[in-house]
């Protein structure tokens, strides 16, 4: 069974800073894309950024400029760095890891982490 677990949130004033973490840990035969979603309250989930086995990024229009996305592959480890936080940052904040637990292509999977809360405040 794999597992996500998420650290790293919290409560900060708008303009500051967060890093969130997410280790992956389990039966992985290798780790593919890593990603950050987040949802807020009455709103879809959805995406911030991804990050490929290869370090390529993607970001959502909204944090562009503002959160950095990185990963150590031996840690098995996806980080998300958000700067000049607004409140409208504000949501639950869920990594999201696809890898392959054998070698078998059949074998590919996708994780979803608990969620971490992060609150900006105006």
């Known amino acids: 069974q794999v597992q996500l677990v998420e650290s790293g949130g919290g409560l900060v004033q708008a303009g500051g800073s967060l890093g969130l973490s997410c280790v992956a840990s389990g039966r992985i035969f290798s780790v593919n894309d890593m990603a950050w979603y987040r949802q807020a309250p009455g709103k879809q989930r959805e995406l911030v950024a991804a990050?490929?086995?290869?370090?390529?990024?993607n970001y959502a229009d909204f944090v562009k400029g503002r959160f950095t996305i990185s990963r150590d592959n031996v840690k098995k480890t996806v980080y998300l760095q958000m700067n000049s936080l607004t409140p409208e940052d504000t949501a639950v904040y869920y990594c999201?890891?696809?890898?392959?637990?054998?070698?078998?292509?059949?074998?590919?999977?996708?994780?979803w982490g608990q969620g971490t809360q992060v609150t900006v405040s105006s």
């Open positions: 999201n890891v696809d890898v392959f637990l054998t070698y078998l292509s059949s074998s590919r999977r996708q994780y």
């Open positions: 990050i490929t086995s290869g370090a390529r990024t």
